[in-house]
Nanobody
Framework: QVQLVESGGGLVQAGGSLRLSCAAS?????VGWFRQAPGKEREFVAA????????NYADSVKGRFTISRDNAKNTVYLQMDNLKPEDTAVYYC??????????????????WGQGTQVTVST
């Protein structure tokens, strides 16, 4: 059973930056981030494979967000730059122990964190 603990959310002005962290109790295969804004469906944000050889990003965050991992610390990071109000959402760290690709599909991930709120003001 993998446990995921997110941190780093908060309130930031548009154009600012935040770094989310996801600490895992063990080293899963792929780790990623999803987000869900009020009244909207949950959406894929980014993912990184176990060796960090492959990453995947949603089009809406490409060029602004960077996912990375430190396997020695079992921690994955999401660096979010040039934040926009539309990035406001609860961000969930996800992980899989059964799939090795950087999937955009929520069904590929069998572990989810509790979520951390990111709010971007105008």
């Amino acid at each position: 059973q993998v446990q995921l603990v997110e941190s780093g959310g908060g309130l930031v002005q548009a154009g600012g930056s935040l770094r989310l962290s996801c600490a895992a109790s063990e080293r899963p295969f792929t780790v990623g981030w999803f987000r869900q804004a009020p009244g909207k469906e949950r959406e894929f944000v980014a993912a990184i494979t176990r060796s960090a050889s492959n990453t995947n990003y949603a089009d809406s965050v490409k060029g602004r967000f960077t996912i990375s991992r430190d396997n020695a610390k079992n921690t994955v990071y999401l660096q979010m730059d040039n934040l926009k109000p539309e990035d406001t959402a609860v961000y969930y760290c996800v992980a899989t122990t059964g799939y090795s690709g950087a999937s955009v599909a929520s069904w590929a991930y069998n572990y989810w964190g509790q979520g951390t709120q990111v709010t971007v003001s105008t």
